[in-house]
């Protein structure tokens, strides 16, 4: 069973809509990320959570907004979509989020297509 | 400027023969280099860490780090087809948030029988 649990799997989109990416995570992590990756892109770090809190931020948008209900929820909510945002969204975690050294679980990603 | 840079884009090689990957970093802060494979729909999963100068050696795969040059190397021997996968080289800094991993293009590779 998938411990990571991203949904929806696809989704479609028009400009200028909002959308809302759901993630679970059952590893009894502390710390969640999303990250991005897209055609012509490495996967991008977005944002990263430790014990519901927001840690880092690498986006330059304000349209993306994590929202972390409960320890083990990290959801992306996506404002105002544009094209430019088609991609595949990946929620991951860890067990902690200090130091370089932890391991990121990925789960299986949400594609968005922004028409 | 990619701060993670991978070759070869793409790789194939014979059932059973040695696949070797490579990765260099232009940003010396990076002391942590991860391996991660991703089969097609789903996510990354992380394959071997190597923090340490050396190799690293675990069960058909050896990663190979130089950190004075900031190269690292992932060598898969006896390559079986479910090895055909994207491979990314990731790494972050020191002290950094453990999940804000900077990622490489990928090298695809395609082990044939």
């Known amino acids: 069973d998938p411990k990571i649990i991203q949904k929806p799997k696809y989704l479609v989109a028009v400009t200028g809509s909002e959308k809302i990416l759901i993630c679970e995570q059952y590893?009894?992590?502390?710390?969640m990320y999303w990250y991005r990756q897209s055609a012509k892109k490495p996967l991008e770090f977005m944002f990263s959570y430790s014990y519901q809190k927001l840690m880092d931020n690498q986006t330059a948008s304000s349209r993306f907004q994590p929202q972390s209900s409960k320890k083990n929820h990290l959801d992306l909510q996506i404002t105002a979509l544009k094209p430019d945002d088609s991609a595949t969204y990946f929620c991951?975690?860890?067990?902690?989020?200090?130091?370089?050294?932890?391991?990121?679980?990925f789960g299986e990603g949400s594609k968005l297509t922004v028409l | 400027q990619q701060k993670v840079q991978q070759s070869p884009e793409s790789l194939s090689v014979p059932e059973g023969g040695m696949a070797s990957l490579n990765c260099t970093s232009s940003?010396?802060?990076?002391?942590y280099f991860w391996w991660y494979r991703q089969h097609s729909g789903e996510g990354p999963k992380a394959l071997m860490?190597?923090?340490?100068?050396g190799d690293k050696k675990e069960g058909r795969f050896t990663a190979h780090l130089n950190k004075a040059s900031l190269h690292v190397s992932l060598h898969i021997r006896d390559s079986q087809p479910s090895d055909s996968a994207l491979y990314f080289c990731a790494a972050s800094g020191a002290g950094a948030n453990t999940g804000k991993l900077t990622f490489g293009h990928g090298t695809i590779l395609r082990v044939h029988p």
């Open positions: 590893l009894g992590h502390n710390a």
């Open positions: 940003d010396r802060n990076f002391q």
């Open positions: 991951a975690s860890s067990q902690d989020g200090t130091g370089g050294t932890g391991q990121l679980y």
């Open positions: 860490s190597i923090f340490s100068d």
